[in-house]
């Protein structure tokens, strides 16, 4: 049995109040990635590796999720994207931060997982690691997009309000009027029975430059190990503190999948971690919870496809 599980990044309060006009096209992008990635997979053409670096890409490449090109911008209104990526089976893995021009981040994370050493880089070396390994370079101003620029101003005026305090500021992209533009991520359980987790963001509108979110920590947003792999989105900082995505591989061991996701949620919601995950295991198993209003999500498993946003998710 194979299995491929993808999130494009949870948020909001309340009952899910219905599609906006540019859900299905968040919708297209997971029912058309997860169709043919997860063919791959069964016929054993993709590994779980490469299945999540796809999916991820697939991901990057539309603006209205919050990685590669539609990225939020920080707060001096510039992109800085993170990523990770793990393979379960050795736990190699492989981390990116801050990068400006790479076009697929969770690309040059999975060549630096491949490389083996160093596990995480930063910044300007992450972007020439990139070039060096021929992952696509482009112009800065190429991840902005009109609609990212439009929310960077609102909060750029919000902030300006007296008595906003300085947590306040920090939006996560999905906050506010425009929710669900998220993080996205991918977790996989391919034909040899092997699991790979990738997770790729801008982070949060308005960050601090230099922030770095639980996206590029493993551990934090992104896990595999030989049974687990493990995708999070939501309030970074919570999930780096509660180590969830490590954590939820620690609780499955004695608990099983669902009641291991649902505890780490516990976890991180005192900590302000609004959010969720994806995971599969060895057993083809999947989980999915979130804690939001919604979470844009989808899976291939058994030869079916099915996509969500609020609580209940549809055949695609
Ligand atoms: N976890 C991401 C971060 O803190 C944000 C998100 O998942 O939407 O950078």
């Not at 990635?37 to 539309?62: Q, Y």
């Not at 620029?149 to 939006?171: H, I, N, S, V, Y």
Request: charged share 20%.
């Amino acid at each position: 049995m194979v299995v491929l599980a993808v999130h494009g990044g949870a948020g909001g309060d309340g009952p899910w109040r219905g599609m906006t006009d540019a859900d299905p096209q968040r919708i297209a992008c997971m029912a058309a990635l997860l169709e043919e990635l997860g063919e791959r997979l069964n016929n054993g053409d993709l590994d779980a590796l490469e299945a999540v670096t796809l999916a991820v890409e697939a991901m990057e490449n539309e603006p209205l999720f919050n990685a590669g090109r539609g990225s939020v911008l920080d707060e001096n209104g510039n992109v800085g994207m993170d990523a990770s990526i793990m393979r379960g089976v050795d736990k190699a893995a492989g981390s990116v931060i801050g990068l400006t021009t790479t076009r697929h981040p969770v690309r040059a994370a999975q060549h630096l997982l491949l490389q083996g050493w160093p596990v995480m880089l930063a910044g300007p070396s992450g972007d020439d690691f990139g070039k060096r390994h021929h992952v696509e370079q482009m112009e800065p101003s190429w991840f902005e997009t009109e609609l990212r620029k439009a929310q960077w101003e609102k909060w750029k005026a919000q902030r300006l309000r007296p008595g906003a305090t300085d947590e306040e500021d920090a939006l996560l992209d999905h906050d506010g009027e425009q929710d669900g533009w998220g993080t996205v991520g991918a977790v996989a359980l391919d034909a040899r029975g092997q699991v790979a987790a990738a997770t790729s963001t801008g982070g949060m509108t308005g960050k601090p430059v230099g922030r770095v979110g639980d996206t590029a920590i493993i551990g934090a947003g992104t896990w595999a190990d030989q049974t687990i792999a493990v995708s999070c989105t939501g309030v970074g900082e919570a999930f780096i503190r509660t180590v969830a995505a490590h954590s939820m591989a620690v609780h499955h061991r004695t608990e099983g999948l669902e009641k291991a996701a649902l505890k780490v949620l516990e976890e991180v919601g005192p900590l302000g971690g609004r959010g969720g995950l994806i995971a599969v295991n060895t057993d083809g198993e999947v989980v999915m919870p979130f804690q939001t209003m919604l979470m844009y999500r989808g899976v291939y498993a058994d030869g079916t496809c099915q996509v969500g946003i609020g609580p209940d998710l549809i055949q695609s």
